[in-house]
């Protein structure tokens, strides 16, 4: 028991690691192509990525969190569920594809816009394959190849990206970087999975198995198709009800959100199929993992989420004027951020422990909470609405899944509301200083400050233990 806890420390240490520098490198980049570009063409260009991204769920169908977790309950029988998902996604592919060029010429944007969709389709197509083989390798507990795979993914958008905007090369070439990404990523993950993990890739249909696949998979698959809709139809509407210059200053609280997630992201990659085998064989232990991820992500997001907005006017002096309108999106995005960490254990521990059902008729409430909201505020508020929107579905998902966990583990509420208000009150005193110093000194300078003090103050209210402490470091040794 001890070596399989060492083990989930190490990959969520890892791949901490590897997403802290790739997201280092992603919002670095954003932040160039944003200075670059404008609001217009940075929304041009992200709406791009969110059209097709919401069609990529309909070659995905949710199997990747089917792959893992039959890869850690059984390795030996996923042979056959990969070769029959490799021979559906073949043929999907080409159906989506058909589909995103159909209905973006349908709905009339401009030529430019249709090019960068159709490029854009290209990466959702690799990146679906890949997809397979990463949830194939994490079935073993195995974050070491993915971690790689990220941040070297993200390099080469950065550089391919940066050299052909400094060369004047037009939008068309900024989603090429993405397509030369995936392509890497493609064949770095099938040769790791063929060579270490011997992974076949022959596709090949079997009636039984598709079956039987169908019939695990389409829980999962309607959760994806849902939270896709939730997490990208919003910058679609923006861009409809508002124009791309919305979509634009939307992208600023969008990104920095999406930069923040590998902290939860890691967390969950490595418990998810830890999660699966203690509900199969130790639920003591799924209830104590639990009760830490539920912990750790309070601890960690509260200082991140008010001292943002706290300084949600410094941060937006990162981009060039034009971005002014994004600071109370930032604002009202940053306050979802304890709901968006913490619902991601919350997820992960209803797929785990088979009431995926449960999460997905959560996600399907969220997206027509979502979906109405924004339909109702974008016209009035335009950016503004949509990021009030983000908050109210964060905290209604996070309500809903709550309510399952107790039918699932036993665990203690009133230990994690105490983590909560030791954490609150402590980035409460950081708010103070933040507010005295963030007029007199360079913004890093402060963020580091203010998150030193954090911890301080948290330390003082035993919101942590030196055990904490060592075990993060532990886990980043060798045994």
Not at 31 to 59: E, H, M, N, V
Not at 237 to 248: E, H, I, R
């Amino acid at each position: 028991m001890a070596e399989k806890i060492t083990n989930i420390a190490k990959n969520t240490s890892y791949f901490t690691f590897a997403l802290v520098l790739q997201k280092i490198i992603s919002f670095t980049y954003f932040t160039l192509l944003a200075r670059f570009l404008g609001p217009d063409d940075l929304g041009k260009y992200y709406f791009a990525i969110s059209f097709t991204t919401i069609f990529s769920i309909f070659i995905d169908f949710g199997v990747a969190n089917i792959i893992t977790r039959e890869t850690a309950k059984d390795s030996r029988r996923i042979a056959e569920y990969i070769k029959n998902i490799l021979a559906v996604k073949i043929i999907f592919s080409f159906l989506v594809l058909l589909a995103v060029i159909v209905t973006i010429n349908l709905l009339g944007y401009s030529d430019l816009v249709k090019r960068l969709v159709y490029l854009s389709s290209i990466c959702m197509i690799l990146d679906s394959f890949t997809l397979v083989f990463f949830s194939f390798i994490r079935g073993f507990h195995n974050l070491k190849y993915e971690s790689i795979g990220s941040v070297i993914f993200q390099a080469i958008v950065m550089i391919f990206g940066l050299t052909v905007l400094y060369r004047g090369f037009n939008l068309n070439w900024q989603i090429g970087a993405l397509v030369a990404a995936s392509s890497f990523n493609l064949l770095y993950s099938g040769f790791t999975a063929k060579k270490y993990f011997k992974i076949s890739f022959t596709p090949g249909f079997d009636y039984d198995i598709l079956k039987q696949l169908a019939g695990i998979t389409w829980p999962f698959a309607i959760f994806a198709i849902l939270q896709r809709l939730y997490t990208y139809f919003d910058q679609v509407l923006l861009s409809k009800m508002a124009g791309d210059a919305a979509v634009g200053l939307y992208q600023v609280p969008f990104k920095i959100i999406f930069a923040l997630q590998f902290l939860p992201m890691a967390f969950t990659a490595s418990l998810y199929p830890a999660m699966s085998k203690y509900w199969a064989g130790n639920r003591e232990q799924l209830s104590i993992t639990f009760e830490r991820a539920m912990n750790y992500l309070i601890i960690i997001s509260l200082p991140i989420s008010i001292g943002s907005i706290v300084l949600a006017d410094k941060i937006i002096l990162l981009f060039k004027s034009g971005f002014e309108g994004a600071v109370l999106p930032l604002q009202f995005t940053m306050a979802a951020v304890l709901f968006i960490f913490i619902g991601f254990p919350i997820g992960s521990l209803l797929n785990a422990c088979d009431k995926q059902s449960a999460n997905t008729i959560n996600m399907f409430f969220t997206l027509v909470i979502s979906i109405v909201l924004n339909i109702i505020l974008i016209p009035k508020f335009q950016v503004v609405g949509a990021s009030i929107t983000v908050l109210v579905s964060n905290i209604f998902m996070v309500g809903a899944g709550l309510y399952w966990v107790p039918k699932i583990t036993k665990y203690s509420p009133k230990k994690i509301i105490i983590i909560f208000f030791r954490s609150l009150s402590s980035a409460a005193l950081m708010a103070i200083i933040i507010l005295a110093l963030k007029n007199f000194m360079n913004i890093f300078i402060l963020v580091a400050i203010s998150g030193f003090a954090y911890f301080i103050f948290l330390f003082i209210l035993k919101g942590f233990r030196r055990e904490d402490m060592a075990s993060v470091y532990q886990s980043f040794s060798k045994k």
